[in-house]
Structure formats: structure tokens, C-alpha cells
């Protein structure tokens, strides 16, 4: 299987800060990576594809990038709505496909 | 808009089969390039892919459950289900139905979530 790191598991933040969520997979996965955001209760909701292809709906200060083994999804001028659990996952192996165990951004 | 719901006990004594349905609304199960798939949540585990099934029959399961697990489609009824044997404690968990268009990897469309407690 291939096994997901994210880093920082929590990280404090203000709203209007920009901030960065790195993903690192034990392999090489080119740019098979997805990003999700989680509020309490509720399912993932897919906000990236590709490493950095933006889903429809999904506001311009989501971004990703990387490719190979690390990976980052940015956030841009933090909103009140983008306090939740952020997930990658990946889809180069697809037997089994795999999630990071989460990044947490809370309200500083 | 694909719509899902999860349905199904809540409570599944150890060593007995978890079942769940899940329904689609907004279209038809057999439409083109739509895979239909399963994802638990457990504080333990996170998130874990159990696996999809594409109308036509093909599957893809998860290795770790793939002894245990069967999904399979009703398309009369617009749904497709999961079976999980031999339950433990390890598998309680919050479980998802979940799909999207143009690829099984990957997910749009989710449903709420039903909690599953293994316990006797």
C-alpha cells in the first residue's frame, strides 16, 4: 500500500492567512493526488484532482501542486467557511487507494 | 445532481455480516461512466477505501477486506449495496457510498454517512 503523511496535523490560523498543508506519499505517485475538506459530521467534500486541478464549485483560493512524492494544497485568504479537516489521497495505486490521516485547521 | 443515502443497522453483533444499501437519486445507476463505490471512517483508521462496483459487475476491492466484503447492484431499485463478513470491533465505523463520473479513484458525490457499531 502506499502510505500518506500529511503535515502539520493541526495548524492554528486567522482568517485572511494563507496557508499550506503538505502531503508525502512512501512512493512515487506522478500527480495522482486529491485534496478533500471535512466539517464535523458531515462527508469529504473533493476540492482538487489531478494534484492541482481545481473541482467545479470549488473557490479560486484552493490550490495544489506537486508532483512524485510531496504535495501542497494552499489556501489563500483564509475564510471562516475553510475552518475544517483537509484529506489527500491517492489514485496511482488504485488496489487499495489511500488517505492521509488528515490536517486540521483551526482558528488561532 | 447524483444524490445518495445510506441505510441500514446501526448496530452489528461481532462475528455477524454488516449490510448496507445505498440509493441513488437524480439518475439512473446504469448510466455511462458512473462507478459506485464504499469508504468507512473510523477515528483508528481514518479514512479507508472499501471499493467499487461499475454496473456491468466489475469490482474492485479493497486487499485487506477483499475475503470479507461483496458489493453488488440492484438496478431496479436504483441502489447498490455492501456486505462485510465476520465483523469485529475494528470495523465500526462511519460508512460512505460515494461516486463520480469519469473515474472510480476518486470522489464528488457522497452520501451522509451511517454509523456502524460492531457490539454485542
Redesign the interface.
Known sequence: DIHMTQSPSTLSASVGDRVTITCRTSESINNWLAWYQQKPGKAPKLLLYKASTLERGVPLRFSGSGSGTEFTLTISNLQPDDFATYYCQQYHDYSPLTFGGGTKVEIK | QVQLQESGPGLVKPSQTLSLTCTVSGGSITRAGYYWSWIRQSPEK????IGYIYPTGTT?Y???LKSRVAISVDTSKNQFSLKLDSVTAADTAVY?C?T?HD??????Y????TLVTVSS
Not at chain 2, 457522497?110 to 454517512?113: I, L, P, T
Open positions: 481514518g479514512l479507508e477505501w474492485n479493497n486487499p485487506s460512505y460515494a463520480r473515474s472510480p479513484y476518486y470522489f464528488t457522497w452520501g451522509q454517512g
